[in-house]
């Protein structure tokens, strides 16, 4: 059985500094309630894991505003002035990531893999100052994992095993950020008993799951 | 027809039954707009889907329901939702049959800039290198010239690159242009557009061919 935590405990857990591979894309799918619970613990220096910085009051944006993130691994910014904002003003430190490499490299995590083999990027800065393997006449760049302190993700449902099911396109990277945390803490609009979730549907196996936290965002249907 | 409209238009003669496609946001959605009848062409939306729909009526959104863009969106049926490492090895694994992005510079070797401008302009390449590098055929839709009137399609980009020698085809307000180890051949030109306009808007060298009926025409 995983332990049902507020997300106050949550936030309470994570400490200075930590790194937060965060699920979400564009906030949909972010785990808001455990977000909203970071900034009000005002928990300083946090490098993110993320694929984008989301809008400034909603997602990640949140943690951005409160200016409570010293590092981010993201692929974009796009939609968030103030992030761009701290990058310019030296701030923040960022490391773009192509969207695809950064799952990849959060799956790799996960998977207990050191690293990966892509071919996005090469010919352009991405490929600065990293390893080009060649296999079978084709070049690769040697991308390495990334791994998180702590894994922050959202699911529709949630049993008492951890066991997650998602919902429309809010799955995006939460099933892969939540193989890559030291610790795993979903935010879930529906938790129920185990036995209650349709084994075919479970997107993500409560294995990689340590807590659950009861969003107070609930979607029926 | 209004520019990005004529476009879309032409961007979606490029899909065949049954093509697996991506569409960048900006102008290359217009292209969902004017696919031909009886053609299916089903779209991917890299933060995880297959079979997007229509951007539903106001009042009927779905906040679980959203595009790559951010913006609201429909299913139709036979669609799937898978997570993005996934929605990336359809990408990056080859199984996309075209995808269509806006640029900045697009040149003569296929290369194409659309990420940064350093010092200006940081938006990330999101899923765009991906997508470029993955994908079968690499269509560049963008209007022809930059506000200012400078060429954007170049003998060299300058700005940072998105992939090398990636783009096949280039559909512009002015013109089609097929990029080739040649390099770049005038195939098309737009509506009231002449052959010395292309060419004057166009800061690589453009191979036209001899016999001016050897180019097509679109946005009549």
Redesign the interface.
């Known amino acids: 059985m995983r332990k049902q935590i507020s997300a106050k405990e949550a936030a309470a857990m994570i400490p200075a500094g930590s790194r937060l591979a965060i699920g979400g894309f564009l906030a949909v799918g972010a785990p808001e309630c455990i977000i909203d619970a970071i900034v009000e613990a005002k928990t300083p220096d946090l490098h993110m894991i993320v694929i984008a910085s989301d809008w400034e009051d909603k997602g990640v944006g949140k943690l951005i505003a409160a200016k409570q993130i010293k590092s981010a691994q993201v692929s974009h910014l796009g939609t968030n002035r103030t992030i761009q904002a701290q990058m310019n003003a030296g701030e923040i430190d960022i490391e773009l990531v192509p969207q695809g490499t950064l799952m990849e490299r959060v799956r790799a995590c996960g998977a207990g893999l050191g690293g990966i083999l892509t071919p996005t990027g090469l010919g352009t800065v991405v490929e600065e100052g990293k390893q080009i393997l060649t296999v079978e006449g084709k070049d690769y760049i040697l991308e390495p994992a990334i791994c998180s302190d702590f894994a922050l993700v959202k699911a529709w449902m949630a049993d008492r095993m951890g066991n997650l099911v998602f919902r429309k396109t809010a799955r995006n990277s939460n099933p892969i950020m939540a193989m890559a945390g030291k610790i795993t803490i979903v935010e879930a609009e529906h938790i129920v008993e185990v036995g209650d979730l349709d084994p075919e549907l479970i997107a993500c196996p409560g294995v990689f799951v340590n807590y659950i936290v009861q969003s107070t965002e609930v979607t029926n249907g | 027809m209004d520019k990005r409209e004529m476009i879309g238009k032409r961007i979606a003669q490029e899909f065949k039954d049954g093509d697996y496609v991506n569409l960048g946001i900006g102008l290359p959605t217009l292209a969902v707009n004017y696919i031909p009848e009886g053609i299916r062409v089903i779209f991917q939306?890299?933060?995880?889907?297959l079979c997007v729909g229509p951007s539903p009526d106001e009042g009927c959104e779905?906040?679980?329901?959203?595009?790559?863009g951010?913006g609201f969106?429909s299913?139709l049926k036979g669609a799937s939702?898978?997570?993005?490492?996934l929605?990336?090895?359809i990408?990056?694994g080859g199984h996309i049959d075209a995808t269509v992005l806006g640029a900045l510079q697009v040149d003569a070797q296929g290369?194409l800039a659309n990420w940064m401008i350093p010092g200006k302009m940081?938006?990330?390449?999101?899923?765009?290198?991906?997508l470029v590098?993955?994908a079968r055929k690499v269509i560049v839709a963008m209007e022809h010239v930059d506000k200012r009137g400078n060429p954007k399609i170049l003998k060299e980009c300058n700005l940072?690159?998105?992939?090398?020698?990636k783009v096949s085809l280039i559909i512009t307000d002015m013109a089609v242009i097929e990029v080739t180890p040649e390099g770049l051949v005038l195939k098309e030109i737009a509506a009231g557009i002449t052959v010395a306009e292309v060419v004057a808007a166009t800061e690589a060298e453009l191979i036209v061919p001899e016999h001016p009926h050897m180019i097509g025409s679109f946005g009549q």
Do not use: C
Not at chain 2, 62 to 68: G, H, L, S, Y
């Open positions: 939306s890299e933060n995880g889907m779905d906040k679980d329901m959203i595009n790559a951010g969106i299913e939702f898978f997570d993005s490492a929605s990336f090895a990408i990056r290369n940081v938006p990330g390449m999101g899923g765009a290198m991906d590098t993955g940072p690159l998105t992939a090398k020698a």
